[in-house]
C-alpha cells in the first residue's frame, strides 16, 4: 500500500514538475504582449497559471513553498497592485502591459522555488544547476533580441560604428519602433554579466571544471561548462560595453570588484592587475575626458545632473500620492501633466519613461507602501546571499554560484540607483528569476542543515515554529493593512483630489469645476495644493485666477519655483515675488533672470552670476548668461559658454559656442581645443578643418 502510494506521489510531482514550466511558457507570448490578443483570452491565460497551485495544495497540503519573500509578494500583489490599478488614469495605453508582464512574472519566482524543490519529499539539489541554466538561455534570448534591436547613442563613435553594422529587425517585430533604449538593456544585463564572470574565474581558479566532472562522473563536462561560461562572458560583457550605459557599466564594474575582493588573494591580484590596466588607459586617454563621459552622457542626451530634475519631480510625485502611486506605469504621462518639464501644454508630446531611479518608480507605481514591501524584499535577498556565501564557503561549487548570484543582484540594485528597469518591465522578469534563484539554494542550505523541508509535517517542533511564523505574519499584515487605510481616511485627501485631476487632464472628460472645488477646500490646510489649484487654472488658461493660487503657493512654500519658472518663464511679477521671499534660491534667482533678461539685460547679468555662484553645476544657466552676453561682450559669453561646457554641455551647445566665439575673436587655436571638448559631431567636423587650414597655412 505504502509503496503504491508512493508511486503515486511520484507521478503526480513529474507530471507537475513539466505542466508548470510549460503553462509558463506557454503563456508567455499573451503576458508579455497583452496588447496583441484579446483581453479575455489573456486573462483566461494568466488564470491558467493557478493551477499548479491548486494541484499542490490537493496533493501535498500547500499552495506553494514558503519563503521569507511570499508574504511581502502577496501584500504587493493583493493589496498594492489592485490599488495602483485602480487609481491609473492610462489602463490601457500603459498599465496594462505592466500588469500582465508583473503577474506573469511573480508566477515565473514561485514555478522557480517550487520546481527546484521538486514539489516533494526529498530536494534534488541538481535543479539548481538547471534552473541556473534556464536563467543563462533567458538571458541569451533577452542579449539576441536586444542587439538586433537596439537604439545605439553617438557616445563613443567606435562603438556605434560597429554596433550599427548589426540587423535592426526585432525592435520592429516587437512593437518598438525606434529600437529598445540601451540603458534598459544595460539594466538587463546588469543581472547576468557579473554572475557570468564570477562563475567564469571560478572555473579558473576554483577548480570548478575538475568539480563538476566529478559530480558527473565525465570530467569532459566540467571543461565544457568553463567553455560555455567564458563564452557567456563575452556575449553578456560584450553587449553591455555596446550599450554604453554608464551606469550599467559602473554597476557592473563595483560589484565585480566586490566579487573579486572576497574571492581571496587570487581575485586581488587580478583586481590588481586591472588596475594597472585602468590607470594606463586613464593616462592615455585623459582622466578629466573619461570623468566627463562618466558624469555626462552625449551631447544630446541627459546628463548625471538632469537626473536630480527627475528625482526632484519623482519626490514630489511620492508625496502626493503616498497613499496609492500614480498608477502601475503612468510616471511618463502623469509627470509632464502635474510637474512639467516644459512649457508646452500639449501633455502626450513627451515621453520620459521612468524616474531613472527603480526605487523611487516603485514607489510612483505603487505607492510608499510597495516601496517598503520591495525594499523588504531586497534587503532579504542579500541577507541570504551573505548567509548561504558564508555557509557554503568550503565548497568552490556552491561558493562561487553564490558569489555570482550576490554580484548580480548587488550590480542590478547599484544600477537600480541612478536608472530603472521597473519591476513591472519585461526585462524584469530576469529579477523574480534571480530571487527565485537565492530561494532555491536558501531552501536546500535549509534541507543540509536542518535536515527536514519547510513543508515537511513530520517534524512536530518544526510544524509548530512554522505555525508561529505565519500567525505573526498574518499579524502583521493586518496591523498594515489597517494602518494604511487609517492613514489614508486621514490624510489621503490630497491624494484623492489627485487622482481625479490626473484622470480628467489625461481623460477625455472635464471635470475642470469639481476638481477646483476640491482643491479650493484643501488649500488652507494644504499649502501645495495651490500649485494644483493654479494648474488646473493653467490647463484652462485663466491666467489671473491662475497667479493668484499660485502666488499664495509661494507665500507659503519654496518647492516648486522650479516648476513655477517651466509654465510661466516670462512671468516677471510672480519671479519677483519669488525673489523678494526667497533671496538666496538660486532657481528663484534664475527665474527672476530669464524674466529680465529681454528688457534689463544688465540686471539679468548680475542674477545670472549671482545665482551660479551659488549653484556653479548649473550647465545650463552658464549657457544662458553666455547667450545674454555673446551680443555685447564676447570674451565674458566664451567665459560663459566655456563654463557650460565644462558642466554638462547642455544640448551640446556649451563646447560648440565657446569654439565659435573663439573663432570670432580670431584665436583659432583656442577654437580648436574648444571644438574637441565637444562630442557633436559637427563641433568635431569643424576642428578638423581648422587644422587642416592651420596646415596649409604652414605649408
Given at each position: 500500500m505504502n509503496e503504491t502510494q508512493t508511486t503515486k506521489d511520484d507521478v503526480k510531482i513529474r507530471a507537475l514538475d513539466i505542466v508548470e514550466p510549460l503553462l509558463l511558457v506557454a503563456v508567455a507570448?499573451?503576458?508579455?504582449?497583452?496588447?496583441?490578443?484579446?483581453?479575455?483570452?489573456?486573462?483566461?491565460?494568466?488564470?491558467?497559471?493557478?493551477?499548479?497551485?491548486?494541484?499542490?495544495?490537493?496533493?501535498?497540503?500547500?499552495?506553494?513553498?514558503?519563503?521569507?519573500?511570499?508574504?511581502?509578494?502577496?501584500?504587493?500583489?493583493?493589496?498594492?497592485?489592485?490599488?495602483?490599478?485602480?487609481?491609473?488614469?492610462?489602463?490601457?495605453?500603459?498599465?496594462?502591459?505592466?500588469?500582465?508582464?508583473?503577474?506573469?512574472?511573480?508566477?515565473?519566482?514561485?514555478?522557480?522555488?517550487?520546481?527546484?524543490?521538486?514539489?516533494?519529499?526529498?530536494?534534488?539539489?541538481?535543479?539548481?544547476?538547471?534552473?541556473?541554466?534556464?536563467?543563462?538561455?533567458?538571458?541569451?534570448?533577452?542579449?539576441?533580441?536586444?542587439?538586433?534591436?537596439?537604439?545605439?547613442?553617438?557616445?563613443?563613435?567606435?562603438?556605434?560604428?560597429?554596433?550599427?553594422?548589426?540587423?535592426?529587425?526585432?525592435?520592429?517585430?516587437?512593437?518598438?519602433?525606434?529600437?529598445?533604449?540601451?540603458?534598459?538593456?544595460?539594466?538587463?544585463?546588469?543581472?547576468?554579466?557579473?554572475?557570468?564572470?564570477?562563475?567564469?574565474?571560478?572555473?579558473?581558479?576554483?577548480?570548478?571544471?575538475?568539480?563538476?566532472?566529478?559530480?558527473?562522473?565525465?570530467?569532459?563536462?566540467?571543461?565544457?561548462?568553463?567553455?560555455?561560461?567564458?563564452?557567456?562572458?563575452?556575449?553578456?560583457?560584450?553587449?553591455?560595453?555596446?550599450?554604453?550605459?554608464?551606469?550599467?557599466?559602473?554597476?557592473?564594474?563595483?560589484?565585480?570588484?566586490?566579487?573579486?575582493?572576497?574571492?581571496?588573494?587570487?581575485?586581488?591580484?587580478?583586481?590588481?592587475?586591472?588596475?594597472?590596466?585602468?590607470?594606463?588607459?586613464?593616462?592615455?586617454?585623459?582622466?578629466?575626458?573619461?570623468?566627463?563621459?562618466?558624469?555626462?552622457?552625449?551631447?544630446?542626451?541627459?546628463?548625471?545632473?538632469?537626473?536630480?530634475?527627475?528625482?526632484?519631480?519623482?519626490?514630489?510625485?511620492?508625496?502626493?500620492?503616498?497613499?496609492?502611486?500614480?498608477?502601475?506605469?503612468?510616471?511618463?504621462?502623469?509627470?509632464?501633466?502635474?510637474?512639467?518639464?516644459?512649457?508646452?501644454?500639449?501633455?502626450?508630446?513627451?515621453?520620459?519613461?521612468?524616474?531613472?531611479?527603480?526605487?523611487?518608480?516603485?514607489?510612483?507605481?505603487?505607492?510608499?507602501?510597495?516601496f517598503l514591501l520591495f525594499s523588504g524584499m531586497v534587503i532579504i535577498v542579500l541577507f541570504w546571499c551573505v548567509k548561504l556565501l558564508i555557509s557554503n564557503w568550503s565548497n568552490p561549487l556552491k561558493r562561487y554560484g553564490i558569489l555570482g548570484l550576490l554580484s548580480s543582484f548587488l550590480a542590478f540594485g547599484l544600477y537600480g540607483m541612478v536608472d530603472a528597469v521597473a519591476i513591472g518591465a519585461k526585462p524584469g522578469v530576469a529579477l523574480w528569476f534571480l530571487m527565485g534563484l537565492v530561494m532555491v539554494a536558501r531552501q536546500e542550505w535549509f534541507v543540509s542543515e536542518k535536515g527536514v523541508r519547510q513543508n515537511d509535517k513530520s517534524d512536530q517542533q518544526h510544524r509548530l515554529w512554522l505555525l508561529r511564523r505565519r500567525l505573526v505574519a498574518e499579524a502583521i499584515t493586518l496591523l498594515g493593512v489597517c494602518i494604511w487605510f487609517i492613514g489614508y481616511l486621514q490624510s489621503g485627501h490630497l491624494n484623492r483630489a489627485l487622482i481625479e485631476t490626473a484622470d480628467t487632464l489625461l481623460g477625455d472628460e472635464n471635470n475642470f469645476v469639481s476638481i477646483k472645488s476640491e482643491l479650493e477646500v484643501l488649500t488652507p490646510d494644504v499649502c501645495r495644493s495651490n500649485w494644483y489649484l493654479g494648474l488646473v487654472e493653467h490647463y484652462q488658461q485663466h491666467t489671473t485666477e491662475r497667479d493668484h493660487a499660485w502666488e499664495d503657493l509661494l507665500s507659503c512654500t519654496p518647492d516648486f519655483i522650479t516648476l513655477l519658472e517651466v509654465l510661466s518663464p516670462r512671468n516677471l511679477d510672480l519671479a519677483s515675488y519669488a525673489y523678494q521671499r526667497y533671496p538666496l534660491n538660486p532657481e528663484a534667482i534664475f527665474w527672476l533672470a530669464a524674466s529680465t533678461s529681454e528688457e534689463f539685460p544688465e540686471i539679468a547679468e548680475g542674477l545670472y552670476r549671482q545665482g551660479v555662484a551659488i549653484k556653479p553645476q548649473d550647465g545650463r544657466r552658464w549657457l544662458a548668461l553666455g547667450v545674454l552676453l555673446r551680443d555685447v561682450d564676447k570674451q565674458k559669453a566664451l567665459d560663459a559658454y566655456l563654463q557650460a561646457c565644462y558642466h554638462g554641455d547642455p544640448g551640446a551647445n556649451g563646447c560648440s559656442g565657446a569654439g565659435l566665439l573663439a573663432e570670432q575673436l580670431g584665436d583659432i587655436e583656442a577654437a580648436i581645443r574648444y571644438y574637441r571638448l565637444s562630442r557633436y559631431s559637427r563641433a568635431l567636423q569643424r576642428a578638423d578643418e581648422l587644422e587642416g587650414m592651420l596646415a596649409q597655412e604652414g605649408k
Amino acid at each position: 500500500m505504502n509503496e503504491t502510494q508512493t508511486t503515486k506521489d511520484d507521478v503526480k510531482i513529474r507530471a507537475l514538475d513539466i505542466v508548470e514550466p510549460l503553462l509558463l511558457v506557454a503563456v508567455a507570448p499573451l503576458a508579455l504582449f497583452p496588447e496583441r490578443f484579446p483581453f479575455k483570452l489573456v486573462v483566461m491565460a494568466l488564470g491558467l497559471l493557478v493551477v499548479p497551485f491548486i494541484w499542490r495544495r490537493l496533493s501535498y497540503g500547500y499552495f506553494t513553498l514558503p519563503t521569507p519573500l511570499s508574504g511581502l509578494i502577496g501584500l504587493m500583489i493583493f493589496l498594492s497592485l489592485p490599488i495602483s490599478v485602480w487609481v491609473t488614469p492610462l489602463f490601457w495605453e500603459y498599465t496594462w502591459s505592466k500588469l500582465t508582464s508583473l503577474i506573469w512574472s511573480v508566477f515565473v519566482f514561485f514555478g522557480v522555488i517550487n520546481w527546484g524543490a521538486s514539489g516533494g519529499s526529498v530536494f534534488h539539489k541538481q535543479r539548481l544547476r538547471w534552473l541556473l541554466l534556464a536563467y543563462f538561455l533567458i538571458g541569451c534570448s533577452f542579449t539576441f533580441v536586444s542587439l538586433m534591436g537596439m537604439q545605439y547613442a553617438g557616445k563613443l563613435p567606435g562603438l556605434n560604428t560597429l554596433a550599427n553594422r548589426l540587423p535592426q529587425v526585432a525592435g520592429g517585430f516587437f512593437g518598438v519602433s525606434q529600437g529598445f533604449h540601451p540603458n534598459e538593456v544595460g539594466g538587463m544585463l546588469t543581472l547576468y554579466a557579473p554572475c557570468v564572470v564570477v562563475l567564469s574565474l571560478g572555473f579558473l581558479f576554483g577548480g570548478l571544471s575538475g568539480q563538476v566532472g566529478r559530480n558527473v562522473g565525465k570530467k569532459w563536462i566540467g571543461f565544457l561548462g568553463a567553455f560555455v561560461m567564458l563564452g557567456l562572458g563575452l556575449l553578456f560583457m560584450g553587449t553591455l560595453l555596446l550599450t554604453q550605459s554608464r551606469a550599467g557599466n559602473a554597476a557592473v564594474g563595483i560589484a565585480l570588484v566586490v566579487a573579486l575582493i572576497v574571492i581571496g588573494w587570487r581575485g586581488w591580484v587580478l583586481l590588481g592587475v586591472g588596475s594597472l590596466g585602468i590607470a594606463a588607459f586613464l593616462q592615455r586617454m585623459g582622466a578629466k575626458r573619461v570623468f566627463d563621459a562618466l558624469i555626462y552622457a552625449g551631447s544630446l542626451d541627459l546628463n548625471i545632473f538632469d537626473r536630480f530634475n527627475i528625482w526632484y519631480r519623482a519626490l514630489l510625485g511620492i508625496r502626493d500620492f503616498a497613499f496609492t502611486g500614480m498608477g502601475l506605469g503612468t510616471f511618463r504621462k502623469v509627470v509632464h501633466v502635474l510637474y512639467p518639464t516644459s512649457a508646452s501644454t500639449d501633455i502626450v508630446t513627451a515621453d520620459l519613461g521612468h524616474a531613472h531611479n527603480l526605487y523611487l518608480q516603485t514607489a510612483l507605481d505603487f505607492g510608499v507602501l510597495g516601496f517598503l514591501l520591495f525594499s523588504g524584499m531586497v534587503i532579504i535577498v542579500l541577507f541570504w546571499c551573505v548567509k548561504l556565501l558564508i555557509s557554503n564557503w568550503s565548497n568552490p561549487l556552491k561558493r562561487y554560484g553564490i558569489l555570482g548570484l550576490l554580484s548580480s543582484f548587488l550590480a542590478f540594485g547599484l544600477y537600480g540607483m541612478v536608472d530603472a528597469v521597473a519591476i513591472g518591465a519585461k526585462p524584469g522578469v530576469a529579477l523574480w528569476f534571480l530571487m527565485g534563484l537565492v530561494m532555491v539554494a536558501r531552501q536546500e542550505w535549509f534541507v543540509s542543515e536542518k535536515g527536514v523541508r519547510q513543508n515537511d509535517k513530520s517534524d512536530q517542533q518544526h510544524r509548530l515554529w512554522l505555525l508561529r511564523r505565519r500567525l505573526v505574519a498574518e499579524a502583521i499584515t493586518l496591523l498594515g493593512v489597517c494602518i494604511w487605510f487609517i492613514g489614508y481616511l486621514q490624510s489621503g485627501h490630497l491624494n484623492r483630489a489627485l487622482i481625479e485631476t490626473a484622470d480628467t487632464l489625461l481623460g477625455d472628460e472635464n471635470n475642470f469645476v469639481s476638481i477646483k472645488s476640491e482643491l479650493e477646500v484643501l488649500t488652507p490646510d494644504v499649502c501645495r495644493s495651490n500649485w494644483y489649484l493654479g494648474l488646473v487654472e493653467h490647463y484652462q488658461q485663466h491666467t489671473t485666477e491662475r497667479d493668484h493660487a499660485w502666488e499664495d503657493l509661494l507665500s507659503c512654500t519654496p518647492d516648486f519655483i522650479t516648476l513655477l519658472e517651466v509654465l510661466s518663464p516670462r512671468n516677471l511679477d510672480l519671479a519677483s515675488y519669488a525673489y523678494q521671499r526667497y533671496p538666496l534660491n538660486p532657481e528663484a534667482i534664475f527665474w527672476l533672470a530669464a524674466s529680465t533678461s529681454e528688457e534689463f539685460p544688465e540686471i539679468a547679468e548680475g542674477l545670472y552670476r549671482q545665482g551660479v555662484a551659488i549653484k556653479p553645476q548649473d550647465g545650463r544657466r552658464w549657457l544662458a548668461l553666455g547667450v545674454l552676453l555673446r551680443d555685447v561682450d564676447k570674451q565674458k559669453a566664451l567665459d560663459a559658454y566655456l563654463q557650460a561646457c565644462y558642466h554638462g554641455d547642455p544640448g551640446a551647445n556649451g563646447c560648440s559656442g565657446a569654439g565659435l566665439l573663439a573663432e570670432q575673436l580670431g584665436d583659432i587655436e583656442a577654437a580648436i581645443r574648444y571644438y574637441r571638448l565637444s562630442r557633436y559631431s559637427r563641433a568635431l567636423q569643424r576642428a578638423d578643418e581648422l587644422e587642416g587650414m592651420l596646415a596649409q597655412e604652414g605649408k
